[in-house]
């Protein structure tokens, strides 16, 4: 006898396709109640982990493994099933994952005609509405509270003319500003409280609260010194696209016994005797014959107490031992002419090409280009140093390493004793210049370094004491996070919350187990940061790493900080480009997007500000939000033929 179908199936099916549905039911029902009973399985067996778990995160830690469970089945079918009976597809299960799963368990029953109870007494434990509410509250805890404008946090990090300059800091906490983050790895202590010391007046003076976020540097595998290039000095005057001449270049003579710095920015500053200078005078012409053995001429337009201001409308190449010479008006040769002194060293920067070998030494010796013979032939391969020579003996033959934010790339052909043996795969036709203080990354070999260097743990005296949130980077295991907590907890006092930059492949492949170490204390959140995450894990695949962190956090009601290269181009040159603005509007699926310094921060904070107000109207993290659509209103009620 076939079961008659409740109301909530569709009526008048014939008998062939009613028992089609039943069956297809039935199937959906086994599988969706073995993927519950493998969700409970989790928690039993993770119990010794969920027990050192702060209670704050308990109901989500336990929605985190659920969610860990679900996902590691294929759903595809399993969706496509589920949709075609107009029933939810699990698509949006992360902040309550097994309450989602017994409500379309519930359902199906209900179609198969047969009670049901959830077996475990779990299903109680997190319904939808305390999903969303959860990660609020962490939200809030971490971030602090919500503006009333948006929901969504900014994060500004301070430049280090922000410690001398209040009214920044003002500005920018008036433009929007949610959390002031201090980078460790610039500036020092005394720089740091400074900006605090502003940041807190100004909270005064608006009304507002803003957090402290402070970022220790961690360790930092950056390239070693080069060899200095030539002293020489290109003065270059403004030309147009026809070659000819509509600024000239400036020029700041200063005394070379008290040489003083220009008031506004130079083309040069060259550093001349100061009996020499006193002579000088506005309108006057100094004669030169350049580095190139080109007679040149600078006119002296501005004489003051500190040094003058000349123009070259010419490009002149000026190096230390240059003769200036004035016109005539004393007999004195010394009042007349001047040597140029000592001029900074140029750089000397490593040009890399496809194909070519470069030398990556364990010390720090300073580096230098490749040499050629006549024939243009190499003699010696450029080679370079590394700020952490350990990591050598991590590194394998066959394994890719990546230079400057991943402009340079290679692969790994021999490690010796005394350096790695790297052949370059990729840089551009033209080469790429591989300069000093310039990240590596080696997102293939298992790297055995400290998440906490001793400059680390040094300024972590200052964070706990100053900061509400500490930013731990380059966290690659559970194990570093509890290395850190097993630091603050000895400084006793204050804790500041921890947020794991994610940024490295093992942070990714991690990022659970660190999340439930996280979580044993009251406050945690995780910053994608998408700069060095981008070059370790390909760039190809930026897209779905970024979308996974969001699902995962999201299962763990923790909040997340979408960072690196938002509105980097409006920040830095004024004028955003269309792929940033689209960029900032993805930034709304997290609860904090960050800005990074620039010259036009505050023009970078008002823009991100009404980017992030309009999309909240549209979307909250991947779910949709249907608000009445402008464009559904604008078809014409009557369509009618041309004449």
Not at 198 to 216: N, P
Not at 219 to 225: C, D, Q, S, Y
Request: proline letters at 6%.
């Amino acid at each position: 006898m076939v079961p008659c179908i409740s109301t909530y199936s569709l009526p008048h099916y014939d008998l062939e396709t009613l028992m089609l549905l039943l069956d297809s039911i039935e199937g959906v029902l086994r599988e969706l109640t073995a993927i519950r009973s493998e969700m409970i399985a989790e928690t039993v067996t993770s119990a010794t982990r969920l027990s050192h778990v702060h209670p704050h995160y308990q109901a989500s830690a336990r929605n985190l493994l659920h969610y860990l469970a679900l996902r590691r089945r294929d759903l595809r079918p399993l969706q496509l099933r589920l949709a075609e009976m107009g029933l939810s597809s699990l698509g949006r299960t992360e902040p309550h994952v097994l309450a989602t799963v017994d409500a379309v368990l519930d359902v199906l029953h209900r179609l198969a005609q047969r009670s049901w109870q959830p077996p475990s007494i779990e299903a109680a434990a997190l319904d939808f509405a305390n999903g969303q509410r959860l990660l609020a509250e962490h939200t809030e805890a971490l971030l602090g509270p919500a503006p009333t404008h948006r929901g969504v946090r900014i994060m500004i990090t301070m430049p280090s003319e922000a410690a001398d300059d209040y009214l920044l800091v003002h500005n920018l906490l008036r433009q929007g500003m949610d959390c002031m983050r201090i980078n460790c790895a610039h500036d020092n202590a005394a720089a740091w409280l400074r900006m605090i010391e502003h940041l807190k007046r100004a909270e005064q003076k608006l009304g507002r609260s803003c957090r402290i976020v402070m970022d220790l540097a961690g360790p930092k595998l950056r390239t070693g010194p080069l060899e200095p290039g030539p002293a020489v000095v290109r003065i270059r005057p403004c030309r147009d696209i026809f070659g000819r001449v509509i600024a000239p270049a400036r020029v700041w003579l200063t005394p070379t016994t008290s040489p003083h710095s220009p008031p506004s920015p130079p083309a040069a500053s060259l550093p001349v005797t100061a009996t020499w200078l006193a002579h000088l005078r506005s309108g006057e012409r100094v004669k030169l014959i350049d580095a190139r053995d080109a007679k040149r001429t600078f006119k002296i337009v501005d004489v003051t107490d500190r040094g003058c201001w000349a123009e070259a409308s010419q490009t002149t190449y000026v190096v230390p031992g240059t003769v200036l010479r004035h016109g005539p008006g004393t007999t004195n040769r010394d009042d007349r002419e001047s040597v140029v002194g000592e001029l900074p060293p140029g750089e000397n920067p490593i040009v890399l090409r496809q194909g070519d070998l470069l030398i990556l030494q364990r010390d720090l010796k300073p580096g230098r280009p490749a040499t050629h013979d006549s024939a243009g032939q190499v003699l010696s391969p450029a080679s370079i140093g590394c700020t952490i020579p350990d990591v050598f003996d991590d590194v394998r033959s066959g394994e890719s390493i990546w230079f400057e934010d991943g402009k340079i790339g290679g692969v790994i052909e021999k490690v010796e004793r005394t350096g790695v043996l790297v052949r370059i795969t990729h840089a551009r036709v033209c080469g790429e210049k591989l300069r000093s203080d310039k990240g590596i990354n080696l997102p293939e070999s298992d790297l055995r370094l400290a998440a906490l260097t001793p400059q680390d743990l040094e300024d972590l005296s200052f964070v706990a004491q100053h900061a509400d949130v500490v930013e731990l980077s380059f966290a690659n295991s559970a194990q570093d996070v509890e290395l850190l907590h097993g630091y603050l907890a000895s400084l006793g006092g204050r804790q500041p919350a921890i947020v794991l930059k994610i940024e490295t492949r093992r942070g990714f492949e991690n990022l659970p187990e660190m999340l439930l170490t996280a979580m044993r204390a009251p406050c945690c959140g995780v910053m994608i940061a998408r700069g060095d995450l981008a070059v370790e894990c390909g760039f190809e695949r930026l897209a779905e790493v970024q979308e996974e962190i969001l699902w995962i956090s999201e299962a763990a009601h923790v909040p997340v900080i979408w960072a690196t290269q938002v509105l980097e181009t409006l920040a830095k040159s004024g004028m955003p480009s269309r792929a940033e603005i689209t960029d900032a509007a993805m930034g709304n699926r997290a609860e904090c997007v960050m800005l990074n310094k620039g010259p036009h921060i505050l023009s970078a904070v008002h823009v991100l500000n009404d980017i992030l107000q309009r999309m909240q109207t549209h979307q909250s993290k991947r779910r949709a939000l249907l608000r009445g659509l402008w464009l559904a209103r604008a078809l014409p009620t009557e369509f009618k033929l041309g004449t």
